[in-house]
T-cell receptor, first 112, second 117 residues
Framework: DQQVKQNSPSLSVQEGRISILNCDYT??????FLWYKKYPAEGPTFLIS?????DKNEDGRFTVFLNKSAKHLSLHIVPSQPGDSAVYFC???????????FGTGTRLKVLA | DARVTQTPRHKVTEMGQEVTMRCQPILGHNTVFWYRQTMMQGLELLAY????????DSGMPKDRFSAEMPDATLATLKIQPSEPRDSAVYFC???????????????FGPGTRLTVL
């Protein structure tokens, strides 16, 4: 039973445009969400996170939106750059457990 | 530059052989995680330790996998006997929720790519 789902395995976007990556979850106990970015032959690295008490968190070109009623979050990258080409993993956790449940990832390709 | 290190980076072995993967967490981190990345399941949590004690290994196939932390600087993941379905990339991560700049951030190593023939 996949508690965290990323239904788009891949996404291609033109440089300069917006990239939108989506993530859905089923467990209402999750109250903290993270996005990790992964380049080939490297481990995932933290990108941005959001607590369930917020509906938006922004860090430079990256914004994460959380819709608790829909159990849905999205990562927006504006403007997209070729260096953003990577696999993006969504993760969810319940505060205090420090235990992530990851999605299957979305491979983003930003075309120059 | 503190980082998680993993050895070996690549391992090719034959079915039935024992495989041991090693991880050196970031010095001072009290929590260590083992994940497996597959195409179908994404990143699955296999096990994790806090202060060297196992907290949860429910994601691990018990009959063939074992995880230990002999000391604070070394975590091991062992598969015996290995099977072709174990082929995947295995990641170690470490963290300390009390120290993290970003809440609950985990720091990942580069992974061990395991191929079981």
């Amino acid at each position: 039973d996949q508690q965290v789902k990323q239904n788009s395995p891949s996404l291609s976007v033109q440089e300069g445009r917006i990239s939108i990556l989506n993530c859905d979850y089923t467990n209402s106990m999750f109250d903290y969400f993270l996005w990790y970015k992964k380049y080939p032959a490297e481990g995932p690295t933290f990108l941005i996170s959001i607590s369930s008490i917020k509906d938006k968190n922004e860090d430079g070109r990256f914004t994460v939106f959380l819709n608790k009623s829909a159990k849905h979050l999205s990562l927006h990258i504006v403007p997209s750059q070729p260096g953003d080409s990577a696999v993006y993993f969504c993760a969810a956790t319940t505060s205090g457990t420090y235990k992530y449940i990851f999605g299957t990832g979305t491979r983003l390709k930003v075309l120059a | 530059d503190a980082r998680v290190t993993q050895t070996p980076r690549h391992k090719v072995t034959e079915m039935g052989q024992e495989v041991t993967m090693r991880c050196q967490p970031i010095l001072g981190h009290n929590t260590v995680f083992w994940y497996r990345q597959t195409m179908m399941q994404g990143l699955e949590l296999l096990a994790y330790f806090r202060n060297r004690a196992p907290l949860d290994d429910s994601g691990m196939p018990k009959d063939r996998f074992s995880a230990e932390m002999p000391d604070a600087t070394l975590a091991t993941l062992k598969i015996q006997p290995s099977e072709p379905r174990d082929s995947a990339v295995y990641f170690c991560a470490s963290g300390d929720p009390g120290q993290a700049f970003h809440q609950d951030e985990q720091f990942f190593g580069p992974g061990t790519r395991l191929t079981v023939l």
